[in-house]
């Protein structure tokens, strides 16, 4: 049995509707944005905060007005691909927790830090006054 054009498109376009997939995002819990951060800190501050010069900061997070939550130091010989595309995916997790809990803000922007100080051997953010 033949089946033209006539008969078949309706079906195809039916199934093309029918079949087409919602797109479904996944609940993001405090615990998971929780684990995502340690993760970045602990990739971020691999290293022994020896020398100023070595550390970055770096925004994370996502204020339900725009811009960065807060800041974090990052070691420049880290694997910054690996930890700016955790960062991103921080960042879109958190954008999306702030979304789904329709998380208010009062839209000030977060300071963004003048450099990183070691102290003790730990990164320390600075900020002017």
């Not at 501050?45 to 900061?57: E, I």
């Not at 003048?114 to 990164?123: I, L, R």
């Amino acid at each position: 049995m033949k089946l033209n054009l006539l008969t078949t498109m309706p079906l195809m376009m039916f199934c093309f509707f029918a079949c087409e997939q919602e797109e479904i995002s996944k609940e993001v819990s405090v615990d998971d944005l929780n684990q995502m951060k340690a993760d970045i800190l602990t990739l971020a501050q691999s290293r022994p905060c020896t020398d100023d010069t070595d550390w970055q900061p770096y925004p994370l997070g996502s204020k339900p007005c725009g811009g960065p939550a807060e800041y974090f130091a990052y070691h420049v010989s880290v694997d910054t691909s690996k930890l700016f595309a955790m960062v991103a995916n921080y960042n879109e997790a958190h954008k999306s927790y702030n979304e789904q809990n329709k998380i208010g803000s009062d839209c000030s922007l977060t300071q963004q830090p003048s450099g990183v100080a070691c102290k003790q051997n730990a990164p320390v953010l600075l900020y002017n006054q």
